[in-house]
C-alpha cells in the first residue's frame, strides 16, 4: 500500500509539474511582408495586371523573388529588411531572360521605414513591425517610367500584418 502511495504521488507530482509545450503554431503572425496592389492609372479602382513581372534585390540582382516571370501578376509581396531602414528592389515590367541578359522595363522601389520589436509570446518570441513606411518610385530610365504613382492604404503608413494591402502602385 505504500508502495502504491508513494507512486501515485510521484505521478501526480511529475504530472502537475510539466508546462505546455514551447511551440509556436504556424498559423501565428510573424514579421510581415509589404503588400502591394498595382491598378489602373486612369480607373483607380481596377486593378491591372503587370505581364512579365521580375522583382530582384536592387543589390544583388541574383536574388529573385518568386516566379514571376511566366505570369501576369496584381500584387507583389516585399520582404523588408529587419536589420535595417531601407529595402530596395528593381522591379521590371515586360521582363524577358534571353540567354542570361534581363532585358526589361525597369523602376526602382525603395522603402523607407522605422522598425519596432512586438512581444508575440514565450514560444514565438518577438516579430518586427515596420512603422512611418514611405514607398518611393525611382524610374531607371527617365524616358519610360511604366510606375506612375504611389499611394499607401491606410492612415498611419504601417505594415503590422499581410491581412491588407499596404500601397498601391498606379500604371
Partial sequence: ???????????????FSCEKDD??????????????????????????????????DFVDSTHVLGDHSSTSEVQMILPLKTDALETKYKV???YVDTDGVITGNPDVI???????EVYVSRACGYKIIFENVLLTITPETTSDNWMLFAAPENDNQSVINEDEIHYTIRH
Fill in 1 to 15: 500500500m505504500k508502495k502504491t502511495a508513494t507512486l501515485l504521488l510521484l505521478f501526480v507530482c511529475i504530472a
Fill in 110 to 116: 525603395t522603402i523607407t521605414y522605422e522598425t519596432k
Fill in 23 to 56: 511551440i509556436c503554431p504556424e498559423d501565428t503572425p510573424t514579421t510581415p511582408s509589404l503588400i502591394v496592389e498595382f491598378r489602373d492609372f486612369t480607373l483607380i479602382d481596377n486593378t491591372k495586371s503587370v505581364t512579365g513581372l521580375r522583382i530582384e
Fill in 92 to 94: 521590371y515590367r515586360d
